[in-house]
């Protein structure tokens, strides 16, 4: 894509989210949404409000910004891009074994699709096929549970309606399932899709609940609003994978001939990078999870130093040495 195309991509995509964002979109929200610093941002808005009903909202000490009205269909019809970017998800999705979200997002896409005319419809039918034939949703060896439509249903069911959540839950190990009734704090999706609850009574903390366990899922008469100070990204980031335990300092040094893909890498939504005169890079970010950080350290074998925590360190090497034994016995 030219510069010039560049541009005008970014100036439209601005006019599609300031429309779209009922609440308006500050300055740094603007450059932030389509990539730019302020000072672009604040001049596309000058272009924009040219030519649309720009409003500003003064919310506190911030201002916003948005379109009033609604965009005319040449700005809201979807490119075969951007459906094949869905029904590309709808595929990976079912090769996951999770039909029942494979299945909301299709019935979105037949929406979408419905809703062009028929015109529309004759001029993306050939690049969505083409596209959506040539794009797959990367397949990794790792756990996988279907979950029943019925549960999803039910359980984002409670969530809209504020109201906690009953089901009978079978736990890792156990035969039988346990009752249960928390106050649902939100959908993790993945090959495995967990439910985050917390038992209403007690200072417990939230905990995961795998969706495939879950049986005679109902939503409860009793209502589970989430409180307003809780963040579910943050709560995520607490912890390096599922598991939960006490967080820690941790450091990683990569040695030079791994450093760059190590710098490539996402270990953690918070991690700083830091390059070092030798050649190596440093990683750091706090988290809980050690176990399941020492067994994706594995994989990067001798090209990474554990500088911290100790216990990190130690895991380590109780998983080297058992691997170790084993295979020598064999």
Not at 32 to 40: C, L
């Amino acid at each position: 894509m030219s510069s010039r195309m560049a541009k005008l991509d970014r100036l439209l995509a601005l006019v599609h989210a300031l429309a779209e964002d009922a609440e308006g979109l500050t300055l740094d929200e603007m450059a932030t949404r389509i990539g730019v610093n302020r000072r672009t941002a604040e001049r596309m808005r000058d272009i924009i409000m040219m030519h649309f009903d720009l409003e500003d909202v003064v919310d506190g000490r911030v201002k916003r910004w948005r379109i009033v009205g609604r965009l005319g269909r040449m700005f809201t019809q979807p490119s075969p891009e951007e459906l094949a970017a869905l029904q590309t998800e709808i595929d990976g999705q079912h090769n996951l074994g999770q039909h029942a979200r494979a299945e909301i997002l299709n019935s979105l896409l037949g929406k979408i699709r419905g809703a062009l005319d028929a015109k529309a419809k004759a001029r993306t039918a050939p690049d969505l096929e083409a596209l959506a034939k040539a794009q797959r949703t990367l397949f990794t060896a790792g756990s996988a549970a279907s979950v029943p439509g019925e549960t999803l249903a039910a359980v984002q069911g409670a969530i809209i309606a504020g109201s906690m959540i009953e089901f009978d839950y079978r736990a890792e190990g156990k035969e039988e399932a346990a009752w249960r009734r928390v106050v649902p704090y939100g959908l993790i999706h993945g090959s495995i899709s967990y439910l985050v609850g917390k038992i209403p009574s007690g200072s417990l903390p939230p905990v995961y609940y795998r969706l495939d366990r879950m049986e005679n899922v109902r939503a409860s008469n009793q209502p589970g609003v989430v409180p307003d100070d809780f963040d579910l990204d943050e709560w995520l980031s607490e912890s390096f994978g599922i598991w939960r335990d006490a967080q820690h300092d941790v450091m990683l040094r990569f040695k030079p001939s791994a450093a760059s893909r190590a710098r490539e890498w996402r270990f953690h939504p918070k991690q700083h990078c830091e390059d070092e005169p030798d050649g190596f890079l440093t990683v750091s970010f706090r988290a809980g999870g050690l176990r399941e950080l020492a067994e994706h350290l594995f994989c990067w074998g001798a090209n990474v130093e554990i500088r911290s925590p100790d216990e990190l360190r130690s895991q380590m090497v109780e998983m080297l040495e058992t691997s170790l034994s084993a295979h020598r016995a064999n």
